[in-house]
């Protein structure tokens, strides 16, 4: 039986709460370098800004390891973003589920 774990959970508040105060703090100083930058120096520091962040929804992205694959979690929408190469890892391991069937279909229908 797994009991919850009253100290870790603690813990990932307390590291949340200090990463949230990080990004506010970064959000903050891009918003106010973007004020009188031209057009092009806006993209960039735009770009800045959604590092890091859901792109569908904007709130922030956790890391979290899933059968020792790395995914982006965003704890608003429940969206899970995999970097490239990790669908394919996660595929070969699992490949006769269904995620396995449809990575390898997907396959044969680009070529
Ligand atoms: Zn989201």
Not at 40 to 68: F, N, W, Y
Request: with cysteine; glycine share 6%.
């Amino acid at each position: 039986m797994h009991e919850k774990d009253p100290f870790g959970d603690k813990l990932k508040d307390k590291e949340r709460a200090e990463e949230d105060l990080y990004f506010a703090k970064r959000d903050r100083e891009l918003l106010d370098k973007i004020r009188g930058q031209d057009e092009a120096s806006r993209e960039v520091t735009a770009r800045d800004l959604a590092k890091g962040r859901c792109p569908r929804c904007g709130d922030r992205l956790t890391h979290r390891s899933i059968e020792r694959v790395d995914i982006d979690e965003c704890a608003s929408c429940r969206g899970i973003w995999l970097d490239q190469g990790e669908l394919e890892a996660l595929s070969r391991r699992e490949s006769e589920s269904w995620l396995g069937r449809l990575f390898r279909n997907s396959l044969v229908h680009t070529r």
